[in-house]
């Protein structure tokens, strides 16, 4: 018969337990049951703070009921267990269910201190842990203007991030005279504190907090200090701590540690033999440990000891050291940080200028690294981790290993070769340097995305990330691979290497440049990247003939393919700006054809559901009324946005739709790596939206303020400045260059926010090339933009009086039958495509039909 | 069965394709090289009749096209999709005759020719 076993609590750890078990087919053995207090099943506590940016609740689940229900694991989540009666090894919980244990786990992990401050419990006061307390944080937010985050440890930095991304003006009150006490020197901490002030954080240090206090209707207004300050506050996030749960073990007498914490073996059993306890709730040797792969660690110590294996692991304490990036700081700290070994010494390195500061603690002799703090530039923290744990003997001019070199390339003596083979990469699944490079080689890993599905290595904290991607080149580049940034398998060039020689060769059509730079015939991946850099640097029209077989289908037919075949038409409107006559036309085009029409988000009009055989005439009747393609199916210049400015608005500063509407038109039909929008707003209000944009510009009583490299879509990134107070002229200048920057260096289908952020030196780079000429290219880039400017041609209308490529709009070339699959159904007044469920799929004869993908 | 003309072998552009009607089928025709090739034109991933206007390509040296809707590839001798091994696609006989294509049908002469 098998036992039962009951974990209590489902958090990382808890899960970790349970997938650690299941692995050694527990289920044989043991009813395996789990009970969780939180509505959720295990989710990503350490990548918490993402649900505030990209990642939903789903994204961060690590557990799912069909996976555990596969797993034969029986869950019940949202029911706390409240007691554990060891005499008769019963547990009760919340809802009233009594159950028998053979053996009991507890994974109750830890939970946020809240210091005995006066009005603690005040509507407004809010803790860091959980998704439901991130919830409850976004929602009250929503009314807020101010935050203050008390704590300034590692979460209150984090915490203090999230508030500003829900866009709080956020403060810090830190106890210690500065922030990350615990993991930071004086120095280090000035530094952090200056970099994170820089960024509009507001930060408090030695203060101690004596009160919250609240308003009548009792939310928080604010605090009062010991030093007889205030600070006045609308929300109030803790963050000062956290205390192990160790309650249920304390009321069923179990042995705990001198600071709490359920007191652990190296197996990870308690006091009473059938009962283990791991995670954050758990001390060993009196430690608590705060971290996710400490736990992962006694999780698999106590899988082995409850599986009886014959090696089973142990766990013999942990190493603390960290590395994080906060509000796009990055800091770490690791092994004796504080040098507090004895005889040790420190050699440190700060450089005001670049805002950095390093440290290294070395022992007496000078032959080992102990520990070290490294702010505001945490690359070798990796490599300097590894050498404190792995003891590897330091080169004799250690201060090289944090000194800068002067040729730019990496500093001295760091590479993942100096690591022994026994060095533990992956701290959280307990991999050594040894076991993940064999796996490259054995399994012939290419990505680090193989190596997460093949070794689990960087699949809990992934701090241990940049470690696997440096292993893996290194282990690529012994076997003589390189990682490569081809295009596909037809070219083995990069997107940018691609321009360069199509450029310089003077190459161009497809079939020019597969027989100089490629083989074979090319995809649906190489032809449209082709054909954008033909068509950035040659502004051909793209449906002359040798261009036409590489357009996908949206270019192929100047329209936007739908999900039914049909497409939409979207003439441009420049700035947003139409005439009322020309509204007019657009209304009478689409009532005659019974087109589905709706406002876009770029300001304009879209026109849905046109038959391919219909695009012609549609077209001609608008390019007859004035209007011009408007790009909307191409990785082109879609819209630039504009406010009203002063033509109409009270508060303009400069003529916003009209220098919007100048700018659209220059660039318009311009092709580009990934699509191109820009807005213009008349003042700082920002009405239209600059800072979201590829390129905005915000007028100001001088000119305007040209930001770059924003964009909205699947990850948000505000546009950064780079340049102030600039003529018409000027920004006109600058953007040429800007643009036609991105075009040559961009990868395919990469927009300008993430090209930015790959770029080496990021806005300050860009800032050189595009204002200082560093690269001495400013003049060819203005003169390639001239080129392209001069030879544009609105595409529809070139097209209209070409009789060969109108040839190619009809269904079929063999009837004037339209395509009878095209069904719509009326909804709020206009046509739609039908879904499937509302009419029987036309499917042909000898057709397998297998998926419902929609 | 019988041969239906099409169109001519000049009417479609080197590494494309065009939808034909053949007896109330619809079938997608591409010319590749100096080869011309017949699979059904329905997309059964996005359920639309759409293939003739997918990219023409190769993947290590088999001719395929890519769906013009979520890119799925298709063999085109075959029809096998390339993505997901438990679909395929009807394909045609086809032929290029004096420089007309024409494809095969079994289907009773029908009112959708000309
Ligand atoms: C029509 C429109 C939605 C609407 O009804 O308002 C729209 C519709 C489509 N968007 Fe969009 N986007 C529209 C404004 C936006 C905006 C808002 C804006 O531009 O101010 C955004 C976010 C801003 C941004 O781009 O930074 C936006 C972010 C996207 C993305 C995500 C891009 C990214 O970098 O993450 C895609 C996917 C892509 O381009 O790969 C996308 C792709 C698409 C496509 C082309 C998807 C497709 O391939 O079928 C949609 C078809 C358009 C059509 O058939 O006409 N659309 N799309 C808007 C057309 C604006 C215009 O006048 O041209
Ligand atoms: C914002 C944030 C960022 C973090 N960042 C990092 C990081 O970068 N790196 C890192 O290593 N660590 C990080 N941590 C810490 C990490 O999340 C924890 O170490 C880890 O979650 C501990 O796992 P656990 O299972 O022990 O506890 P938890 O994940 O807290 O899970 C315990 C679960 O048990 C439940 N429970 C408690 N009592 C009972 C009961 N009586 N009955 C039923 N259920 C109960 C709780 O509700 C909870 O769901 C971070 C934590 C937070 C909050
Ligand atoms: S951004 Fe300024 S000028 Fe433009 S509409 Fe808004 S308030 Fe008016
Ligand atoms: S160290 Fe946490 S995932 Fe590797």
Redesign the pocket.
């Known amino acids: 018969m098998r036992e039962t076993l009951i974990i209590v609590g489902n958090g990382m750890v808890g899960h970790k337990f349970i997938e650690l078990m299941v692995e050694r087919g527990a289920a044989n053995r043991y009813d395996v049951v789990v009970f969780g207090e939180e509505t959720r099943l295990a989710y990503d506590r350490v990548h918490l703070s993402d649900y505030f940016s990209d990642r939903s609740a789903d994204d961060l689940a690590l557990a799912t009921p069909d996976l555990y229900r596969a797993w034969d694991v029986r869950f019940f989540t949202h029911d706390r267990v409240q007691s554990i009666q060891r005499d008769d090894q019963t547990l009760t919980t919340a809802s009233g269910q009594t159950l028998h244990y053979d053996k009991l786990v507890l994974a109750t992990g830890s939970s946020a201190f809240v210091p005995p401050i006066e009005g603690r419990g005040a509507v407004g006061t809010f803790v860091y842990r959980t998704l439901n307390d991130l919830d409850a944080i976004r929602a009250y937010a929503q009314h807020a203007k101010t935050g203050v985050v008390i704590g300034g440890g590692l979460l209150g930095l984090e915490c203090a991030n999230a508030l500003k991304l829900l866009g709080l003006e956020t403060h810090v009150v830190e106890f210690a005279p500065r922030l990350m006490p615990v993991q930071i020197d004086e120095q280090g901490g000035k530094l952090l504190r200056a970099k994170i002030e820089a960024l509009g954080v507001r930060v408090h240090v030695s203060k101690t907090t004596t009160a919250i206090v609240p308003g009548e209707d009792g939310r928080v207004e604010q605090l009062t200090f010991a030093d007889g300050g205030t600070l006045p506050t609308d929300l109030v996030v803790f963050s000062a701590g956290i205390r192990p749960r160790d309650e249920l073990a304390r009321t069923a007498g179990l042995t705990l540690g001198e600071r709490g914490g359920i007191a652990i073996s190296a197996t990870g059993q308690t006091s009473d033999p059938n009962i283990y306890a791991i995670g954050e709730c758990a001390a060993f040797d009196g430690k608590v440990y705060g971290l996710v792969a400490p736990g992962y660690q006694m999780a698999a110590a106590a899988a082995d000891s409850l599986m009886g294996a014959a090696q089973p692991a142990c766990f013999e304490g942990a190493d603390l050291s960290t590395k994080l990036k906060l509000l796009g700081v990055d800091v770490a700290s690791f092994g004796d940080a504080f040098a507090t070994t004895a005889g040790s010494r420190e050699i440190s390195f700060s450089d005001h200028v670049a805002g950095t500061y390093k440290k290294l603690v070395i022992d007496k002799r000078g032959k080992h690294l102990l520990g070290g703090i490294l702010v505001g530039d945490a690359s070798a923290y990796d490599i300097l981790h590894q050498m404190v744990q792995a003891q590897v003997v330091l080169p004799p001019h250690p201060e090289d290993l944090i000194l800068p070199t002067r040729s730019g390339a990496a500093s001295g003596g760091l590479g993942v070769d100096v690591l022994p083979e026994s060095a533990k990469v992956c701290s959280c699944e307990n991999l050594s340097k040894g076991a993940v490079c064999g796996a490259i080689r054995t399994h012939n890993l290419t990505t680090v995305g193989d190596i997460k599905a093949c070794t689990k290595a960087g699949t809990g904290c992934g701090g241990c990330v940049p470690m696997l991607n440096d292993l893996l080149k290194a282990e690529m580049k012994k076997a003589g691979k390189t990682i490569t940034n081809h295009i596909c398998e037809h070219f083995a060039f990069s997107r940018q290497e691609l321009f360069h020689r199509v450029k310089v060769q003077g190459l161009r059509t497809f079939g020019e440049v597969i027989q100089a730079c490629g083989s074979s015939r090319g995809c649906e991946i190489c032809k449209p990247v082709v054909a954008s850099v033909l068509a950035s640097i040659w502004n051909d029209h793209i449906l002359d003939k040798p261009h036409a077989p590489l357009q996908d289908s949206?270019d192929y037919f100047m329209a936007?393919?739908?999900r039914d075949g049909t497409y939409?038409v979207?003439p441009r409107v420049a700035g947003g700006e139409i005439t009322p006559d020309k509204l007019i036309v657009i209304g009478q085009v689409a009532k005659d054809f019974g087109l589905y029409v709706?406002?876009?988000?770029?300001?304009?009009i879209?026109l849905?559901g046109a038959r391919v055989d219909q695009l012609p005439t549609i077209w001609a009747r608008l390019v007859e009324a004035g209007f011009e393609s408007?790009h909307?199916y191409g990785k082109a210049l879609?819209?630039v946005?504009s406010c009203v400015g002063t033509t109409w608005c009270r508060y303009g500063q400069q003529d916003s739709v009209g220098f919007a509407i100048a700018v659209e038109n220059r660039y318009k039909g311009l092709r580009a790596p990934?699509?191109l929008?820009g807005a213009v707003s008349g003042c700082t209000r920002e009405c239209a939206e600059a800072q979201?944009?590829d390129f905005g510009l915000i007028a100001t009583e001088k000119g305007y303020n040209l930001y770059v490299c924003g964009?909205?879509?699947?990850?948000p990134q505000h546009a950064q400045l780079l340049a102030e107070d600039l003529t018409e002229e000027q920004a006109v200048r600058y953007l040429d260059r800007f643009l036609m920057f991105y075009i040559r260096t961009a990868d395919r289908?990469q927009?300008t926010a993430p090209w930015l952020n790959n770029l080496d030196g990021g806005i300050d780079y860009l800032k050189q090339v595009v204002i200082d000429d560093s690269l001495g290219i400013a003049e060819e880039l203005e003169r390639d933009m001239a080129a392209v400017v001069g030879t544009y041609q609105c595409e529809w209308r070139t097209t209209l009086g070409d009789e060969e490529k109108l040839k190619r709009f009809r269904h079929f070339v063999n009837s004037d039958a339209t395509d009878p699959n095209i069904v719509t159904v009326e909804e709020r007044g206009q046509k739609r495509p039908a879904y499937s469920s509302e009419r029987e799929p036309l499917v042909p004869a000898g057709f397998i039909p297998v998926m419902d993908i929609s | 069965m019988r041969w239906v003309e099409i169109c001519l072998f000049d009417d479609i552009l080197p590494d494309t394709g065009v939808a034909a009607l053949v007896g109330g089928e619809q079938v997608a025709i591409f010319r590749a090289g100096d080869d011309v090739f017949a699979i059904s034109n329905y997309d059964p991933f996005s359920q639309a009749y759409v293939l003739a206007r997918g990219i023409v390509g190769d993947k290590h040296g088999v001719l395929k096209v890519a769906s013009p809707i979520y890119k799925h590839s298709f063999d085109l001798q075959t029809g096998q999709c390339l993505d997901n091994p438990a679909v395929s696609l009807p394909t045609y006989p086809v032929q290029v005759s004096a420089g007309v294509v024409q494809v095969g049908t079994n289907a009773p002469v029908s009112p959708d020719a000309r």
């Open positions: 949206n936007n393919i739908q939409s979207v709706k406002i876009t988000g770029g300001q304009r879209d849905f408007g909307a879609r819209t946005k990934h699509k929008k979201s944009k964009n909205g879509g699947v990850k289908l927009r």
